[in-house]
């Protein structure tokens, strides 16, 4: 069964550093999502890719993130300068796109945990 | 986004049916009601999803009331592979993002 995947599982930062999370999709997905878990607390919606733009972000996706698909297959979380708040756990999901968004469910892939110290 | 209310947690014996209530008293005409599940250190994981009718699938269930203000997801025969928090999300149309509340907490016993 096709399956979401993620690297790394788990990466440790400093403070300020820039880090990029890294998804493969599932192969024929056209819509892709980045979530976050802080520890003990909701999943939390941070943006919505389509078409190569950006097509839904939550207010906590800022100016420090940004999302990029560089080649077919991988879609990338970058965070510029992480902040301690930053520490959580990101799960990347894809969903088909031959429906209404509101009907398509979402793949969610392991994710990754990362820790800013 | 119109909101959800689930109990913080259910038990259930292993092999018995569990019936997941949400209360969705704002819901619009075009929400779809979403159940997802999160299994212990893993990432969400999709299990039906409806807009009016009464919905199966392999995993579960899905109960609408006729007034849309309620669902109930149902597990048949719960197992201990079943123990997870279980989140009822509603997805406006026209929107990719999930608002995940806090869900609830099935514990299955042996």
Not at chain 2, 42 to 67: C, F, K, W
Request: charged share 20%.
């Amino acid at each position: 069964e096709p399956e979401v995947t993620q690297t790394p599982s788990h990466q440790v930062t400093q403070m300020g550093q820039e880090v990029i999370l890294r998804c493969v999709p599932i192969s024929n997905h056209l819509y892709f999502y980045w979530y976050r878990q802080i520890l003990g607390q909701k999943v939390e919606f941070l943006v919505s890719f389509y078409n190569n733009e950006i097509s839904e972000k939550s207010e906590i996706f800022d100016d420090q993130f940004s999302v990029e698909r560089p080649d077919g297959s991988n879609f990338t979380l970058k965070i510029r300068s992480t902040k301690l708040e930053d520490s959580a756990m990101y799960f990347c999901a894809s969903s088909e796109g031959n429906l209404a968004p509101s009907y398509n469910e979402q793949f969610f892939g392991p994710g990754t945990r990362l820790t800013v110290l | 986004d119109a909101k959800t209310t689930q109990p913080n947690s259910m038990e259930s014996n292993e092999e018995e049916p569990v019936h997941l209530p949400c209360n969705h008293s704002t819901i619009s005409g075009t929400d779809y009601i979403h159940w997802y599940r999160q299994l212990p250190s893993q990432g969400p994981e999709y299990v039906i999803h409806g807009l009016t009718s009464n919905v199966n699938n392999r995993m579960a269930s899905l109960a609408i009331a006729e007034d849309r203000k309620s669902s109930t997801l149902i597990l048949h025969r719960a197992t201990l592979r079943d123990a997870a928090v279980y989140y009822c999300i509603l997805r406006a149309s026209g929107t990719y993002k999930y608002i995940f509340g806090t869900g609830t907490r099935l514990k299955v016993l042996a």
